[in-house]
């Protein structure tokens, strides 16, 4: 199928606007970027994805999709031209979405806890809950990669779109909170992973910078605070 009329709605800081930016670049996808505004939310995006009301959603030829990890497996799909983005073993997809979900589920929403913890006991209590995972993860990286840069192999694939895109902002909190997220010293290997994942040239120039993250999250407590 041919590339099409391709469009992207969402905000440059957003990891899960990320997760689509980075799989369009491995499959060498134009697409036009449409700027959302979440503190007054568009009639396109309330009309493409009436159910959550979320970014991203990605235009091919005027339909909608909607949440991003359905949209890396549909541009995974879509177009077989380039690099894959998901293993070609069912079994190994498979443990791709287990841990894909565990992530976005169970993982990241514990940076967001800590964000909101108040006081030093609530927040090590949460460092806590990352640091267990964290251990998962590095398990689970030196399972899935065996033995290879990447969680999807030789090159970046599906769960290191997953992962990765979140990095800005799990850097972002370690400065607001003065903490360390992603300790070496319990997870060398996934740390080494990060380093290699953040150098490439394929996402080095769409994960933003956390000093910029923690700008803009800033400046959006204040207006919507002001409201």
Not at 13 to 20: D, G, L, M, Q
Not at 59 to 87: A, M, R
Request: net charge negative.
């Amino acid at each position: 199928m041919a590339a099409g009329n391709v469009k992207l709605l969402g905000v440059w800081a957003s990891p899960f606007v990320n997760r689509v930016e980075i799989a369009l670049k491995i499959r060498s996808i134009e697409s036009e970027f449409i700027q959302e505004n979440l503190l007054n939310k568009s009639e396109l995006l309330l009309k493409s994805n009436p159910v959550y009301k979320k970014i991203p959603v990605l235009f091919h030829d005027e339909k909608p999709i909607c949440e991003s990890l359905v949209i890396l497996q549909y541009i995974d799909e879509v177009w077989p031209n380039g690099p894959s983005i998901l293993h070609s073993d069912p079994y190994d997809r498979a443990i791709s979405r287990f841990w894909a979900a565990y992530i976005d589920e169970k993982w990241f929403p514990l940076v967001t806890e800590l964000r909101n913890a108040e006081g030093k006991e609530a927040k090590t209590a949460v460092l806590e809950k990352i640091y267990e995972g964290n251990l998962l993860l590095e398990e689970a990286f030196i399972k899935i990669s065996k033995g290879k840069p990447f969680f999807g192999g030789d090159s970046i694939g599906y769960l290191d779109v997953v992962i990765g895109s979140l990095l800005g902002w799990v850097k972002a909190q370690e400065i607001m909170d003065e903490v360390k997220i992603l300790d070496e010293t319990k997870m060398p290997s996934l740390a080494e992973w990060d380093d290699r994942f953040c150098s490439d040239e394929i996402v080095k120039d769409i994960i933003p910078q956390p000093e910029k993250l923690v700008e803009v999250y800033r400046k959006y407590q204040e207006s919507f605070y002001k409201k």
